[in-house]
């Protein structure tokens, strides 16, 4: 499978942006969908993920309540609405999708979990 993320951008803080995913060669459905961040300077870190089904969704704490992930199996696509942007926000956002739901393990673990990920999309939050 192969994985197209879009939709990020530069923005001021307290806006929102929507980042999609696009999968082709295989479907969504076959596996558990993620997607991270990663700020200039410091360690690629996971944001939210949700289950092959589309069901039970995990955020990161930086991002509850502000983010929402979605998936859409039929559509092949996957999605993160990112509301109430801040500074700290600001990265290059990573969809992934893998054999589990995971968000808090270190960087090699993640990479074992998910091993296809699609190029980054910049998103850039102005104060």
């Known amino acids: 499978v192969q994985l197209q993320a879009s939709g990020g951008g530069l923005v001021q803080a307290g806006g929102s942006l929507r980042l999609s995913c696009a999968a082709s060669?295989?479907?969504?459905?076959?596996?558990?969908m993620g997607w991270f961040r990663q700020a200039p300077g410091k360690e690629r870190e996971g944001v939210s993920c949700?289950?092959?089904?589309?069901?039970?969704?995990y955020y990161a704490d930086s991002v509850k309540g502000r983010f929402t992930i979605a998936s859409d199996n039929a559509k092949n696509t996957m999605s993160l609405q990112m509301n109430s942007l801040n500074p700290e926000d600001t990265g290059v956002y990573y969809c992934?999708?893998?054999?589990?739901?995971?968000?808090?393990?270190?960087?090699?673990?993640?990479?074992?979990?998910?091993?296809?990920w699609g190029q980054g999309t910049q998103v850039t939050v102005s104060s």
């Open positions: 949700i289950s092959s089904s589309g069901g039970n969704p």
């Open positions: 992934a999708v893998g054999d589990d739901c995971t968000l808090g393990a270190s960087l090699d673990t993640l990479l074992s979990i998910y091993d296809i």
């Open positions: 060669g295989r479907t969504f459905s076959d596996y558990h």
